[in-house]
């Protein structure tokens, strides 16, 4: 059956259903093929975090969203063209953030009486006037995926959960993506079990065949792809960029890496990335607790590895006082925040930027830390490299923020050159000669001397150092001189990290300032603003302690400065305190990131305020 193709520049999709129902799975093969056809893509996986949620009710409704396009993009799309709802209760949770007249596919088959009672509609949604002004697709979805492998020899159980192959399936053919990346993928992951290899290949080949065959399709799209850099690229998530950035850093280096983590959303997958590099001389150790994980982090340290520890903001509150005691014995560590929503437990599977004051004043003592903040799955790369450099230059704990919107979401990712990273140049104290522990170099870091080592011993602990020796002191003179240099150690860092650029308008008045995973929302924002004429600039930060030097000069330029964050203004708090400027916060704390298209109604309000003015 001939059907119309019709070229499209980008298109936002959003798989929804049960947590069993496979949505991340299916979204995660559905951007690959995407990214694999050469679309740039942007994800925003979406799931619950209770474990076994009731079927059917929408406390358990696991959503997948993605945006691609032939063209540059940055976020995973503000609202939804198309929803593919399993169930009822996806269609519940989902229907308020779809585009006015998207298209919605059901699978028909769910949409029956025990069905609505579990997720609370009174009344058949399909029929009432709910889905009025929205193109509708009935598919029986659970039906034609049972008659596809009804000689498969699966149970009805095993039948059932290979209806999301089928959807998938019936996507690749609307939006003509080819089947062969996931059917090579299949083969691969259910190696071991053939039959259920064979019948995931058999449903996902019948939603294709489905969209060919029937009339419920007349129209076909095609999405071109982007114009990229030349290169060879692969979809990445951010905290496996995160992981791989590590690794790199392992290597061009010269330290054997070692992670001591202990398993917390959104971070985990972290741990169970480098788990599998011990061919490049990785060792993994999931402790007991936060606080033994960073303790063996620190003692990975002392031995001469680069030494990391990931969490999320509430082993992060667990480590405090381990992090102090990597600030009093000056090692180089990376401890890594994966910021979810708080506090407390709070919402263990949405994203939040709240860590912020914490990562800067949450240990006890005058003990400040490197800050360092990624700002996209793919930048999460290169701030490991960062973060290792600094850690190890200036001998000293760095954290690395991330967020559960960075970590879980993924893109295209130019895999670079590795002969062309630069190598991350270690020195350990070998000579013995006029050795002392707290001797200082031209970054005040003091050296690197392994145990074991002959006639490099020293005192190491939590207990205040004196000056030179390293042994343990209590003079007044020498705490106040040892704070002090400490604090100016972190502040030298802003002599080896660029400065803070500006992107716009240059003759901009308003400038919008943002960290970590706003950047995607900010700049589609300001980009759009400038399209229509505005004059907007744009300041992303990387560095949150110590600022980029040129930080003041930079703020100072601009009649209007707003800086949107997922949190209360922490970062406008710093800078307020800084350099004693007027910040104008604008917040969110939903657990979801920023829209581009709520950022750009706020700049424009700000503009027209000020034209008025």
């Known amino acids: 059956m001939k059907k119309d193709i019709r070229e499209l520049s980008e298109v936002t999709v959003r798989f929804a259903g049960d947590s069993g129902d496979g949505m991340q799975l299916t979204g995660t093969q559905f951007s690959n093929t995407s990214a694999f056809v050469g679309n740039d893509v942007n994800t925003l996986p979406d799931y619950p975090a209770e474990i076994r949620a009731p079927i059917g009710t929408t406390y358990g409704v696991s959503g997948f969203q993605l945006h691609f396009s032939d063209s540059d993009i940055h976020t995973p799309g503000d609202e939804p063209d198309v929803l593919v709802a399993m169930n009822p209760a996806s269609l519940k949770v989902n229907i308020k953030d779809l585009k006015p007249g998207a298209t919605i596919i059901v699978n028909i088959n769910s949409f029956d009486e025990k069905n609505f009672k579990l997720c609370h509609y009174e009344s058949n949604p399909l029929t009432d006037g709910t889905l009025d002004g929205y193109h509708v697709i009935e598919v029986p979805l659970s039906k034609l995926t049972e008659e596809a492998l009804k000689d498969s020899g699966l149970?009805?159980?095993e039948i059932t959960r290979s209806k999301n192959f089928f959807a998938l399936g019936l996507m690749y053919w609307i939006y003509s993506r080819p089947i062969e990346p996931t059917l090579d993928w299949i083969k691969t992951k259910f190696k071991k079990k053939p039959e259920i290899a064979n019948a995931n290949k058999t449903a996902?080949?019948?939603?294709?065949?489905?969209?060919?065959?029937?009339?419920?399709?007349?129209t076909r799209y095609k999405v071109n792809p982007a114009k990229l850099p030349k290169g060879t690229y692969r979809s990445i998530e951010g905290?496996?960029?995160l992981a791989l950035g590590l690794v790199a850093a392992s290597v061009k280096s010269g330290l054997p890496l070692f992670l001591g983590s202990y398993p917390i959303t959104p971070a985990s997958s972290i741990l169970h990335a480098l788990s599998k590099y011990k061919s490049f001389g990785v060792r993994t150790f999931q402790a007991e607790d936060e606080i033994a994980s960073i303790c063996a982090t620190i003692g990975a340290a002392f031995t001469g590895a680069l030494a990391v520890t990931t969490t999320s903001g509430p082993g992060l509150a667990l480590k405090s006082e381990a992090a102090g005691l990597g600030v009093m014995t000056e090692l180089p560590m990376i401890i890594v925040d994966v910021q979810r929503g708080g506090p407390s437990t709070g919402l263990p599977t949405k994203t939040e930027q709240s860590d912020l004051l914490q990562a800067m004043y949450g240990r006890s003592g005058e003990s400040p830390l490197v800050i360092i903040a990624a700002s996209t799955p793919v930048d999460c790369f290169d701030v490991s490299l960062e973060a290792a450099r600094i850690a190890t230059k200036y001998m000293l704990p760095v954290l690395y923020m991330s967020d559960g919107y960075i970590a879980n979401g993924s893109e295209p990712w130019k895999i670079p050159d590795p002969d062309k990273i630069p190598e991350i140049k270690v020195k350990f104290r070998k000579n013995s000669e006029n050795f002392q522990p707290y001797q200082r170099d031209e970054n005040l870091s003091r050296p690197w001397a392994i145990p074991g080592t002959k006639g490099l011993e020293h005192r190491i602990g939590g207990l205040e150092k004196q000056n030179i020796t390293g042994n343990v002191n209590y003079d007044p003179e020498n705490h106040e001189f040892m704070v002090r240099l400490r604090a100016e150690k972190v502040k030298n860092v802003e002599n080896?990290?660029?400065?803070?650029?500006v992107k716009g308008n240059p003759d901009a008045d308003l400038l919008i300032i943002g960290w970590g995973g706003t950047y995607g929302a900010i700049t589609d924002a300001v980009h759009n603003l400038n399209e229509k004429g505005k004059k907007v600039a744009q300041a992303h930060f990387r560095y949150l302690n110590p600022f980029p030097k040129n930080t003041e000069e930079v703020l100072r330029k601009y009649k209007h400065i707003i800086c949107p964050e997922l949190n209360m203004g922490q970062l406008s708090v710093l800078?307020?305190?800084k350099f004693l400027l007027d910040i104008d916060s604008y917040t969110k704390i939903q657990g979801q990131p920023f829209k581009s298209s709520e950022l750009e109604e706020k700049f424009a309000n700000v503009l027209?305020?000020?034209s008025n003015g």
Do not use: H
């Open 155 to 157: 149970t009805v159980k």
């Open 204 to 218: 996902l080949e019948a939603g294709y065949y489905f969209g060919d065959n029937t009339t419920l399709f007349s």
């Open 239 to 241: 905290n496996e960029a």
């Open 496 to 501: 080896d990290i660029p400065d803070l650029k």
């Open 575 to 577: 800078l307020r305190n």
């Open 608 to 610: 027209g305020g000020m």
